[in-house]
């Protein structure tokens, strides 16, 4: 992980190299995605059925010079119910979508990025630190990503051992190392996960995609088709 060139790979071609990039269902994909973090909606207010009050007339219909009330409860009234408003009943989460769908959206997904040159396959994503500056400098001066520049998704699939998991630096977190899951933590441009979160929206958001070969070997072996 120093920016040197150290060879190069062989990337599956039904992964990396479909030519007709499927653009509806990379949108299909994206709404899916949307809808789920969307999930039940939450606002509720109330009818004139609901909210409390009683339901005398308020005054005497003609006389007084005012505009006539039945009861206190009306929507242009203070304390009043709330006309139109939103009654919790719309579920946007309550979507689904084909696992074939699925599976040709991310690998169009992955093969736009290698075909604008914005893939980029490293050995490993362990750091000897967990200081933010220095990872900050690194992606900087390696890879392009700085602040209001660029952005990137890395992901990662590494689990520690036994040993390493009580040494501390080299422990795991999420299917990351914890070094790099603590020092990218600040870093807004920068997003961190384990090939099992991997998916379509994160990578379209993103402008770099960082892999390891690690996590490349769970990608290919999971959507290759």
Known sequence: LDGSTSGTIHLDPTVFGIQHIRVDLIKQNVDYIRSKMRGKRKAKTKTIGEVSGSGRK???QK???KARAGHSRPAHWRGGAKAHGPKNTKDY???KINKKTKALAICSAL???L???NL???DHMKLSTHKTKEWATMLSDYFGIAAKESSALIIDHYTADDEEAESGADASYLGVPVNLWVASG???MVKVGGTGKLNVYDILKKDKLIISLAALEQIESRWKH
């Open 93 to 95: 989460g309550n979507v």
């Open 111 to 113: 093969s736009q990025k």
């Open 120 to 122: 980029i396959v490293v």
């Open 186 to 188: 600040n870093l807004h």
């Open 58 to 60: 308020v005054r005497q």
């Open 115 to 117: 075909k604008e040159g």
């Open 63 to 65: 006389g007084t010079g």
